[in-house]
């Protein structure tokens, strides 16, 4: 069978590979983008859809800035909805150390040009209707939102493929075909596929990706779970962190909330993790029925797990390898949604000028030169026996 030719071929349809095609494409370029499953199948389609600047990880702010603006007039650029609010994001405490650590959050927002407030328990109730009577305040962060992951997913999905662009699924890859420093051909399940450019955004599959190319890129697979009550009457309608969990109110009444700990994970190439509810699904009802208990009687309706990606240093990598030079590494170490609109933009940069405008300068695959090739095991993110 004649390979598939296109100038840029994309593994992942996922948001971070739906995002750059859709700028790529609307560039004009010609973009394929395959996927194992279906498009926004592995975390993409499953995560909290929480959107907004955070205090923890400096770097990512100029992305996630830049996403929140984008984000805004989304649904207009892409011409299908996503379900973006941007009521803002409230972080609240239930114990005095969490308290204290708002005091510290605020300071080091201030020094981050993020604005951030810090509200006491009455304004909470305000905001959160129903939240306990426990919590002591909350720290209100005015640029957040939520959108809803899966039509997040088809709205890129769609206008990509009305730009022209061709989207595989159920299209694996299972190698490259290497010559001359750089990926001639990337090899799927449908057969090959010539371009002149390949990126891979694998999510928890980039690690193993990139070691078919000889490169060792530190992305570890870590479990994820979250779950979704029926639907009931407008409560809020903004993003609620506190009690470990994160979570927001859908458009269509459902409460969807997730929360720790991440459980380390092993992924393989070609087949869907596993993805069955734990126990840590229980302790997840039991720490939202605790923070709202006006919604403790409300039932549990479905539950489910994702994959998130982690790099060792929670950053995001969007860098070319040296060799293969023409395969670029785009993964998101679990900030993927909420930036995923200035990923798009930053990646299609990248390729068209040599340069983005986003200051991804944190992301390059050189700060882990060093690393070993069982910083896993040393760090112990590993599947737990
Ligand atoms: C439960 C959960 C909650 C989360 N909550 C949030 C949140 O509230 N806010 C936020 O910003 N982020 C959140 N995240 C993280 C976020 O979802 C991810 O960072 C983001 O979705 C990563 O997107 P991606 O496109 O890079 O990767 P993915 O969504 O993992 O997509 C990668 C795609 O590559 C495909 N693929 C892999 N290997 C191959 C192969 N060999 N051949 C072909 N295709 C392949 C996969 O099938 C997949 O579709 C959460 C994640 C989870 C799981």
Redesign the pocket.
Known sequence: MPPITADIAI???????LASAYYLAKAGLDVVV????LAG????G??????GERTDDPPVIPIAVESINLWKTLEQELGYPTEFTHQGRIQVAVTEEEMNDLFTERDVASRQGITMELIDPEHVQDLIPGISPRVLGGAFFPNGGHANPQRSVQAFAWAFQDLGGRLYQN???TGFKLGNGRVAAVETTAGDIAADMVIS?????TAI?AEMVGVHVPVAPAR???LATAPIEPLFDIALVGNGL?GRQAVRGNLLF?GGPHEWADVD??SDPNKTNTPLIINIGRRLAEILPAVADVPMLRTW?????QAPDYIPIIDFLPDPSNYLVV??S??????CPATGKAVSELILNGESSIDISAFTLSRFSDIKSDWRQQRGWVPAA
């Open positions: 593994i992942g349809a996922g948001v971070s590979g395959v996927d194992k499953g199948g592995e975390a993409s499953r995560n909290g859809g929480m959107i299209t694996a890859v955004a694998a999510g928890p599959q990706l994820v779970e979250i994160y997730g190439l070609t797990a994702g994959i998130v990606e993964t998101a679990a900030h993927g949604f909420g930036i």
